[in-house]
């Protein structure tokens, strides 16, 4: 749980969707990315990761990384929960 000021409990998220069409699983270092400024403190890879294949994870971890410096942030920890803060 976030309070605003720090994690309480830890939070989290599952990161990807489902494409139909062909149906296909989906995930980006931009979804990790704003599931942590909402204020996730863990995010759930493994369904992208057994639909996409261990290959994913450089590439998810290059896209947070990209947010990251965009923002202004040093780390992940110092991006959870900044869209609440004022």
């Known amino acids: 749980m ?3 000021n ?8 599952v990161v990807g969707h ?6 296909v699983w989906s995930c980006s ?3 990790a ?3 942590i400024r909402a204020g996730a403190t863990l995010v ?4 992208a990761f057994a639909y996409e294949s261990p290959s994913m994870l450089p590439r ?4 947070l990384a990209a947010c990251l410096e965009r923002d202004g942030f040093k ?3 110092d991006a959870v929960g900044a869209d609440h803060h004022s």
């Open 60 to 63: 998810v971890k290059a896209e």
């Open 33 to 35: 990315y704003l599931k």
């Open 44 to 47: 759930q890879l493994y369904t």
């Open 6 to 13: 720090h994690v309480m409990w830890p939070i989290g998220s």
């Open 75 to 77: 780390s992940v920890q």
């Open 2 to 4: 976030y309070n605003g």
């Open 18 to 23: 489902l494409l139909h069409n062909p149906p």
């Open 29 to 31: 270092g931009e979804e």
